[in-house]
Structure formats: C-alpha cells, structure tokens
C-alpha cells in the first residue's frame, strides 16, 4: 500500500529526509525513492551521543547521498536550555515537541533551501492534511498504535505545505517487514528511548549537572519540604528537579498509593496526592499555534484533547482568550501537568495545540 501523499509525484522531484538511521527514517527513505522522488538524506547531530554510523549505513545500503549537519549549538541553546529551566521551575516539558518545530524540522527546511530542494520529509507517524485553506497534521488511520502526530502540533504553517510523511497509512510492523526487504540492518533494531540525547534515561542527573552552575536554579537541587494536600509538612524531597506532577516512584512509602500532585518552586515544596486527587477537570494552555483551526482570539467550540503523549484523546469545550486558551474535559483527566502540550482534534485532525500553563 502507498500513502496518499505519494501516489501522485513527478519523477525527479526533489526531497531531502532526515535520516537517523533507524527503521523509520530508512524506510521513508526507500518509499519516497520508489515513489519517484529524486532523495537526499540528511543526518542532524544533536548531541554528543549521536552516532553517525546507521544513518551512514542506511544511506549506503539504498545508494542515497547522505549530508551531515551539525545542530548541536542550537540544540543545546534551545532544547536542553529549556528542558533545564522548566524541571527547575517545577514544570514538566517535552523536549521533542520544542526540538521538532525549532531545530529538526528549521535545519531541514535550511538545508533543503540552500539546495534548492522544495520538499522535506520524516519518518514520524502521521500525516499532512489540506483543508478550507491550511494544511495541518493528523493522526495516520495505519498507525493509530504509533501515532506521532501529538508531537508535531508546533509546526507551522510555513513548513506543512512542503513537509511529506512517508510512513502515513502504514504500521510499525509492516515497516519493518519493508526493511527486512530492503536488506537494512535497522529492521529489528529496538525504537529510539523517549529522550534520546539522555541515554541513561536519568534525566534528573542530567538536569542537575547543568543547574548546579547556575545560581538561578540550584536552589531546585536541594532538599525541601513534602506536603500533603492539606498544606501539612509530611517529609522531605531531595529537590524539584526529581519530580514531575503524576510521579508515582521515588517518592516514598506512605502506607497508601501516592504519586505527586503539584510543584512549587518558589516555596522548593512538592505535594502528593493520594487516591482520588490525581484528576482534574480544567486546564489553561499558552503559546498557542493553530494548523486546521483559523487563529482565534475569542470564542469556543468543541474537539478532543491530548494531554500527554500515550494519554487517550478526550471531549472537551476549548474557550478562546486572546493568547491563552481554558479546557473544561467532559470527564476528569489524570495528572495534569504543567509544561506538557494540550493537543485538540478534530476527528484525528490537528486544530491547534498549546503549552499547559
């Protein structure tokens, strides 16, 4: 089966992917060549722990040409500023939402212009809609398991309408069988960690060997007070930066299930929730961006919301604000945290999306 979005190309038309290596990119790669394009892949190093050599062997294998771009100033100036100012400021972010609208996606869409090249491609999986005017993301009907659409709700719309996703119609299994085909080494490599330049996953360390430096958040690598909901001191954190709102381990034994309910930095408290408390009913979301949805500044309407990654969509009223926007949920959702994406949909359709505030 071929997604809609290649059915129809020119042959020759030039594209440039971004090639990691994996299984994903690699097969993108084949699918965009056998559609006709005329394909340039491009490795982007983010961090020290990049390794060039599946992107380099990919390449090779399917007799594409390969360019390597170095993204690790930005990437550190961007993502990894960010992700350290959020934990110390109690806050819960997603690197990948900020890294693929501000430097995958901007240094593709560089590169491509250098080289005269119109079109950029991913092996995310999702697809690129058209509709009353505006392109926008939405979750692929062959992928629903996978979907990666959530993580792409900051694009805008001077990229969508050269951005193809190749892997739109098309399961991870299918994928991989494709690259057994293909003879890539990449068909039963294990998928990429969540937070790919923290290998040890230890993101808490990570976070902390970076905040020490600063007198603005080492006060969030120190000890502080555990509250109940209350406002009763019950016990004593080792700094805000090894929490998030949710968190169930790590946080202790308290004779009953408990997870984390909320994070003051100023007052350097956490405070745990106990059955019962770890659901909410609102939500208010800041830096807008809008894809299918027309920028709106007041009124409301009514779709589904993400607000995590692997969280379920659910109904809820979106009621505009100028540049903020309040969720009511039709049915409360569990631990909303601060810093995480709200994403709204439209039967899979991208509207908008925004930061939780």
């Known amino acids: 089966m071929r997604p809609a979005a290649l059915s129809k190309v020119s042959d020759g038309e030039k594209i440039l992917l971004g090639m990691s290596g994996g299984v994903d990119s690699s097969v993108s790669a084949a699918l965009l060549r056998d559609a006709g394009y005329e394909v340039r892949c491009a490795l982007l190093i983010m961090s020290g722990h990049t390794d060039a050599a599946p992107a380099i062997a990919a390449a090779e294998t399917l007799g594409l040409p390969l360019d390597i771009i170095d993204c690790r100033a930005e990437f550190e100036s961007i993502v990894v500023r960010d992700l350290v100012s ?6 819960t972010p997603n690197p990948c939402v900020r890294c693929n609208s501000d430097v995958k996606f901007a240094a593709l869409a560089r590169h491509a212009d250098s080289l005269g090249i119109k079109y950029i491609a991913t092996g995310h999986y999702a697809d690129v809609g058209f509709d009353d005017g505006r392109y926008y993301i939405c979750r692929s009907p062959g992928s629903l398991q996978k979907d990666q659409s959530y993580v792409l709700w900051r694009l805008g719309e001077g990229l969508l309408p050269r951005l193809k996703l190749p892997l739109a119609g098309y399961d991870k299994d299918e994928v ?70 949710g968190q ?42 809008f894809q299918l949805l027309p920028p709106m500044k007041e009124g409301e309407l009514r779709c589904e919301v993400k607000i995590r990654y692997a969280a379920p969509p659910v109904p809820a009223l979106v009621r505009f604000y100028n540049e903020y926007a309040e969720i009511l949920f039709d049915r409360p959702v569990r631990a909303i945290a601060p810093g995480q994406s709200a994403v709204c949909y439209d039967g899979g359709r991208i509207l908008f999306g925004g930061v939780i505030g």
């Open 86 to 91: 959020e934990y110390c400021r109690g806050r």
């Open 176 to 245: 991989r069988r494709l690259a057994r085909e293909l003879g890539l080494n990449s068909a039963d490599a294990p998928d990429s960690q969540e937070i790919c330049f923290i290998p040890d996953r230890d993101y808490a360390a990570y976070v902390r060997s970076r905040a020490l430096s600063s007198p603005e958040y080492a006060a969030a690598c120190t000890p502080g007070r555990i509250l109940d909901s209350s406002g009763r001191t019950i016990g004593e954190h080792e700094g805000i930066i090894h929490y998030t709102v």
């Open 248 to 289: 169930r381990k790590g946080i202790g034994a308290w004779g009953r299930p408990a997870f984390v309910l909320a994070i003051d930095a100023d007052a350097n408290t956490i405070t745990l929730g106990f059955s019962g408390d770890e659901y909410g009913s609102r939500l208010r979301v800041g830096g807008l961006n």
